[in-house]
């Protein structure tokens, strides 16, 4: 399994995962121009892409969703709270998923859970490699982590969370108060913290990876936010690579190699 992160942030944010020659986007918040230049730069055809995967409708993940999907003839796999945003997609290429709901797709076992976020009904997902077994958890926009994405996230190989603020930053910061309580509450955006918090207690000897998403421009820094993560990670014993995705360029976000015993956390994975 490997993914690449087209760009992440409040600008626009993209996340290609392929295995065994099969490729998916999850969320699409760059136009159709601007997501082919993306993906061209880390050497993939649109045309590859087997199915588009929404978190949510909000701009910066949904953004160029309906012109790509013409464009490119894409199912698209979102909630129907999602879907119902995306008036111009035609039915015969919505695929609804609601939490707890599992699709087979090329490559790929999707699974979805419900996160508290100010959307219509945003999820987060599991992606499960047929050819391999291996796991990626994806997580974007949450204010808080429900049990139900703990119990998912347990023995993933690769984790793609949002880390969206560092808390001090953000209490100090420019924000007006209401944007602020927004932010850091419970149908908000998840702190440093709480996604360290969430990676070490899903630590253990199957993960590889961990990916920060999201990271604000004001209220965070890269350096910080995979700090805070990684010593989390230490802390509990887990010494898997941690790094934040840029902002504003593509860059690869994980590359796991081997197959993954079947019946087992314990996997021949390495990053």
């Keep these: 399994m490997r993914a690449w992160t087209l760009g992440s942030g409040s600008s626009g944010n993209a996340l290609v995962v392929e295995s065994g020659g099969h490729r998916v986007l ?3 918040g760059f136009g159709p121009r601007a997501l082919v230049t993306r993906l061209r730069a880390v050497g993939i055809a649109p045309e590859s892409i087997g199915a588009l995967i929404l978190t949510h409708e909000h701009v910066d993940h949904a953004a160029g969703a309906e012109r790509a999907q013409k464009k490119f003839r894409w199912p698209v796999i979102a909630s129907a709270g999602t879907l119902a945003a995306l008036r111009e997609v035609e039915a015969r290429w919505r695929r609804p998923i609601e939490a707890g709901g599992t699709l087979a797709l090329d490559g790929f076992a999707l699974s979805a859970v419900a996160v508290p976020h ?3 009904a945003p999820l987060a997902f599991t992606l499960t490699a047929t050819a391999s077994g291996a796991r990626l958890g994806v997580a974007h926009d949450l204010g808080a982590v429900p049990d139900a994405l703990r119990s998912a996230f347990r023995h993933c190989d690769a984790l793609c969370l949002e880390a969206n603020h560092d808390e001090a930053l953000l209490r100090d910061g420019p924000y007006p ?3 602020k309580a ?5 149908r ?6 709480q996604a360290a ?6 630590a253990g000897p199957a993960l590889r990876a961990v990916v920060l998403l999201h990271l604000s421009e004001v209220n965070n820094a890269p350096e910080l936010a995979t700090q805070t993560v990684r010593s989390a990670l230490h802390r509990a014993g887990v010494h898997a690579a941690v790094h934040a995705a840029p902002r504003r360029t593509p860059a690869e976000a994980f590359a796991l190699s081997g197959v993954r015993a079947p019946v087992s956390p ?4 390495g990053v």
């Excluded at 927004?182 to 419970?186: F, V």
């Excluded at 314990?266 to 994975?269: A, F, H, I, P, V």
């Design 188 to 193: 908000g955006h998840l702190a440093n913290t």
């Design 26 to 28: 999850i969320d699409c």
């Design 197 to 202: 918090a969430l990676a070490a207690e899903m």
């Design 182 to 186: 927004r932010i850091r509450g419970g």
């Design 118 to 120: 100010d959307a219509a």
């Design 266 to 269: 314990q996997l021949s994975l």
């Design 177 to 179: 108060a209401a944007l």
